[in-house]
T-cell receptor, first 111, second 113 residues
Framework: GQNIDQPTEMTATEGAIVQINCTYQ??????LFWYQQHAGEAPTFLSY????GLEEKGRFSSFLSRSKGYSYLLLKELQMKDSASYLC????????????FGAGTQVVVTP | EAQVTQNPRYLITVTGKKLTVTCSQN?????MSWYRQDPGLGLRQIYY???????DKGDVPEGYKVSRKEKRNFPLILESPSPNQTSLYFC????????????FGNGTRLTVT
């Protein structure tokens, strides 16, 4: 079957670090994306991994292990504006145009 | 400003009344796609288009039609809407150059009664 799993919700305090895990089983793998979506708004692109390892972009980092079908998004120095849903998405190889998204992880940042 | 524009933002309609949600992008992107977002299910792909006159089904195409007559436009058509199509819809576009992240429109909240 095809599945992308992420936790439903995570809570953390301002200034802390949160790690959002994503596991996937899809029809092939052609890259994994992370998006941020604030309530009532469109998703916006955060990061992309196609090879194993860590990609760092400022306060956000994303890690990929293709052999384990696993990725995580690390958010450091959390700010209140980071309260949002974080979506994990895989581009499939059965067709370049096909994307599969996880249900999203709601991150709540508390003061 | 580079953007994907969807219209309308909100739409309430009745079962069976044909409707079209428009999507237009000004970034000269080859790839465009439609998603619906439902609580607990995340974004599910309805249709996508790799270029003009080329469209393919995503994971949930039943009850929807699309067309891609021009590069910038990719309308979503519901010929006979039903209540189970009540959802939040997003259009997205991208280039075909690596890594090709998706640029999303602001969404259309559709209610079918």
């Amino acid at each position: 079957g095809q599945n992308i799993d992420q936790p439903t919700e995570m809570t953390a305090t301002e200034g802390a670090i949160v790690q959002i895990n994503c596991t996937y089983q899809t029809s092939g793998f052609n890259g994994l994306f992370w998006y941020q979506q604030h309530a009532g708004e469109a998703p916006t692109f955060l990061s992309y991994n196609v090879l194993d390892g860590l990609e760092e972009k400022g306060r956000f980092s994303s890690f990929l292990s293709r052999s384990k079908g696993y990725s995580y998004l690390l958010l450091k120095e959390l700010q209140m504006k980071d309260s949002a849903s974080y979506l994990c998405a895989v581009r499939r190889t059965d067709s370049w145009g096909k994307f599969q998204f996880g249900a999203g992880t709601q991150v709540v940042v508390t003061p | 400003e580079a953007q994907v524009t969807q219209n309308p933002r909100y739409l309430i309609t009745v079962t069976g009344k044909k409707l079209t949600v428009t999507c237009s992008q000004n970034m000269n992107h080859e790839y465009m796609s439609w998603y619906r977002q439902d609580p607990g299910l995340g974004l599910r792909q309805i249709y996508y288009s790799m270029n003009v006159e080329v469209t393919d089904k995503g994971d949930v195409p039943e009850g929807y039609k699309v067309s891609r007559k021009e590069k910038r436009n990719f309308p979503l058509i519901l010929e006979s809407p039903s209540p189970n199509q009540t959802s939040l819809y997003f259009c997205a576009s991208s280039t075909r150059d690596f890594p090709s992240p998706l640029h999303f429109g602001n969404g259309t909240r559709l209610t079918v009664t």
